[in-house]
């Protein structure tokens, strides 16, 4: 199927409270402009300076999400345009972006990455630094980010249930921040295998590429 046919299979499959981010790291502008001539506007990289380069040639009513680990030194080259940034994992990076989003005179809207799976290379906080970090008053004095919300990664695993349970762990945490934080709105958990499994689980926003815009070549 092509890239527009895909999206109308998501866009009939997805509830109206989900929001679809196509991820479109490593693939042309062609693709995106595929994508974005079938309605599709929200656009999600891993890689800062890919992003930037396609965020010159698009149309500038792309909204752009940084989805993968982000470098403090490289945050200065999305902060003119991006929208949301989903993997904030410390108080640190929080500082950096601010900084960039105040010379850029903008707020970000930002998720604290919550670590929910077992893997050793999956990125995030526990939910005692997340919670310490919500509550803190550093972050009152961060006026140029915004936490909007919470990510999550499941563990690579073909064992649906574990899957549902990670992300089922992680929903419990989003309620609970949600009482003491009501700006928390977002709930990102969700990619190509196993968007199905985390809109079950409450997921508000799911990040999908392979599954719209075909395999990724890496070479």
Not at 155 to 171: G, R
Request: glycine fraction near 6%.
């Amino acid at each position: 199927m092509s890239i527009s046919e895909n999206l109308k299979k998501f866009n009939k499959e997805l509830p109206n409270n989900v929001t679809l981010v196509a991820v479109s790291k490593t693939k042309p502008v062609s693709d995106l402009m595929e994508a974005y001539n079938a309605g599709q506007r929200i656009f999600g990289e891993n890689k800062i300076q890919e992003m930037e380069s396609k965020w010159q040639e698009m149309p500038k009513d792309v909204e752009w999400h940084m989805i993968g680990h982000v470098q403090r030194n490289k945050v200065k080259y999305m902060a003119p345009f991006v929208n949301l940034i989903h993997a904030v994992d410390s108080l640190k990076l929080l500082k950096e972006i601010n900084k960039e989003a105040e010379k850029n005179e903008r707020t970000i809207a930002c998720l604290l990455q919550i670590k929910i799976a077992e893997e050793d290379s999956k990125f995030g906080m526990d939910k005692a630094d997340a919670a310490t970090l919500l509550s803190s008053e550093e972050l009152k004095k961060l006026q140029n980010v915004k936490i909007v919300g919470l990510m999550g990664m499941a563990t690579f695993t073909d064992d649906e249930k574990q899957i549902s349970d990670e992300f089922q762990k992680l929903k419990k945490i989003y309620d609970q921040f949600r009482i003491m934080n009501s700006e928390l709105k977002i709930l990102s958990m969700g990619m190509s295998g196993d968007y199905k499994i985390a809109m079950e689980n409450g997921s508000n926003m799911v990040r999908v590429g392979s599954a719209i815009f075909g395999e990724r070549n890496y070479q």
